[in-house]
Nanobody, 118 residues
Framework: QVQLVESGGGLVQAGGSLRLSCAAS????????MGWYRQAPGKQRELVAS???????NYADSVKGRFTISGDNAKNTVFLQMNSLKPEDIAVYYC????????????WGQGTQVTVSS
């Protein structure tokens, strides 16, 4: 079974930066989009950023201008550079991958905690 393995979460002061990484445990040839969701305590999971195999990116309004997604769907890797972090960015961040033809993610990472101190 394919796993998405994440790394890079942690504790940072407000205004600081973190870089999240995600890679598949083996190559998935059918992937056409990867990205990141996050879930804060007591809130629903929300899409943070995504990138397609064609390189198109999409961001939540709350992170535009601060976060940058990059990666290579063919290599099943995705990164999230997070700058100017705020306390409201505190959440568990989940990497995902989506097969071609699907509307919803069908591969998930285990989640990595991001904590921002004010």
């Amino acid at each position: 079974q394919v796993q998405l393995v994440e790394s890079g979460g942690g504790l940072v002061q407000a205004g600081g930066s973190l870089r999240l990484s995600c890679a598949a445990s083996r190559t998935i040839f059918s992937i056409n989009a990867m990205g990141w969701y996050r879930q804060a305590p007591g809130k629903q999971r929300e899409l943070v950023a995504s990138i397609t195999s064609g390189g198109s990116t999409n961001y939540a309004d709350s992170v535009k201008g601060r976060f940058t997604i990059s990666g290579d769907n063919a290599k099943n890797t995705v990164f999230l550079q997070m700058n100017s972090l705020k306390p409201e960015d505190i959440a568990v961040y989940y990497c995902y991958a989506r097969d071609s033809g699907r509307y919803c993610p069908n591969y998930w990472g285990q989640g990595t905690q991001v904590t921002v101190s004010s």
